[in-house]
């Protein structure tokens, strides 16, 4: 991908398939900047009309140098900005907007246990044969499905990208951490992948259709992409959730905010026909209803239900500072609104809920 910051950075972590079915509630039934060197043809305005030769004195190819430009590159990306008490991005600054630091690590370590057991512990539902050669994670966040992915296939050469170096150093061998901006150029058209997955990007990607492009042009004839997506619009089937409730004014105002960026809140209902739209055959969508909260009574939607309160209890602060403070809200509003949020989000009269999709397609045989 362009201005790719290769980088050995890392973090660690830590069925059956069952299509929706209505959550039954607990008790109620009685029971483009560059990095790189770019140039455009024509350019008028250069004030360079011949660049100096630097003296090479030593026999060696760019070796050292070039490893001490690129170490200097990456350690950039490390430099996070600081605002209202939490880190950011640096490398593509203000392009993603919730936070990069431990609180958000350790929500997004949750926010992976929850998809787990949504799945039924499966890390992806797209045929892959175990041995394949390459596979790539898109977004990878602190890098924990990949670690995870990595160790069920040994041999794959993976890598896994983020605009933000949070993952850990110790990694299985073939695995790669790399900070790059997934909705730049990729550069793998060469050397596509067997499989491409992406994961709670909702909020991440401008530009959806295009990326699943490039994904498919990425991809090798018969290999496989998957995306495990959220809608982050919340929902009570049964009414209990109003739109009086903090709860829902919360996620409307920050969807809003990050929809009028441009920023697609509900890709997962959308995925189906974007990947049909790019080329892909043989694809599944499959949608999950997950809880908000221990309101259900069945023992599987109670566990997720109690998962995503976790990781979303950790998350309301940091996406109305990420999203509102840019609309002049001021921290001390952002820090009220989420704390009426929780409040509703731990009422077990309140029956809220979100749709998680996964979708996954084949590249037809070259
Ligand atoms: C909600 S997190 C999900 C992380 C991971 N996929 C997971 O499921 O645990 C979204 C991640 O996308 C990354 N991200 C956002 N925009 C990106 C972009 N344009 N290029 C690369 N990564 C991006 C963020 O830095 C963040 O780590």
Request: charged share 25%.
């Amino acid at each position: 991908m362009g201005g790719d910051l290769g980088m050995e950075a890392t973090r660690s972590p830590s069925a059956e398939k069952k299509s929706p079915s209505p959550v039954q509630v607990a008790g109620s039934d009685g029971g483009t900047e560059s990095l790189g060197f770019g140039h455009d043809e024509g350019y008028a305005d250069s004030s360079v009309e011949s660049i100096e030769v630097e003296v090479w004195d030593h026999d060696s190819s760019y070796g050292d140098e070039l490893q001490s430009m690129t170490t200097s590159l990456s350690s950039t990306a490390y430099h996070f900005v600081e605002e209202h008490g939490r880190t950011y991005h640096s490398y593509r600054q203000g392009r993603y907007k919730l936070p990069n630091d431990e609180i958000e690590a350790d929500r997004l370590d949750i926010h992976h246990a929850l998809v787990l057991a949504i799945m039924h512990g499966e890390l992806n539902l797209a045929p892959i044969a175990g041995d394949i050669e390459s596979a790539i994670d898109l977004g990878t966040g602190t890098g924990i499905w990949a670690m995870d992915f990595a160790d069920a296939h040994p041999n794959t050469d993976l890598k896994a990208n983020d605009l933000t170096p949070v993952q850990q150093h110790m990694v299985p061998p073939k695995l790669e951490f790399i900070v790059d901006d997934i909705e730049d150029e990729w550069l793998y058209e060469h050397t596509p992948f067997d499989y491409v997955h992406g994961r709670f990007l909702a909020g991440a990607i401008l530009n959806w259709p295009r990326l699943i492009q490039q994904a498919y042009t990425c991809t090798k004839p018969l290999g496989w992409v998957e995306f495990q997506e959220w809608d982050t619009r919340i929902y009570s089937a049964d009414g209990t959730l109003h739109p009086s409730h903090s709860l829902q004014t919360f996620h409307n105002i920050t969807s809003d905010a990050h929809e009028k960026r441009g920023f697609d809140m509900s890709p997962g209902k959308k995925l189906q026909g974007w990947l049909r739209d790019a080329g892909f055959i043989n694809i599944v969508a499959k949608r999950y209803v997950v809880p908000l909260g221990m309101w259900a009574k069945d023992k599987h939607y109670k566990t997720i239900g109690a998962y995503n309160f976790l990781q979303m209890k950790q998350a309301f602060e940091g996406i109305a500072l990420g999203t509102l403070t840019q609309d002049g809200w001021t921290v001390e509003e952002c820090q009220i609104l989420a704390a009426k949020t929780l409040t509703d989000a731990k009422d077990p009269k309140i029956h809220s809920q979100y749709d998680f999709y996964v979708v996954y397609g084949q590249k037809p045989a070259g």
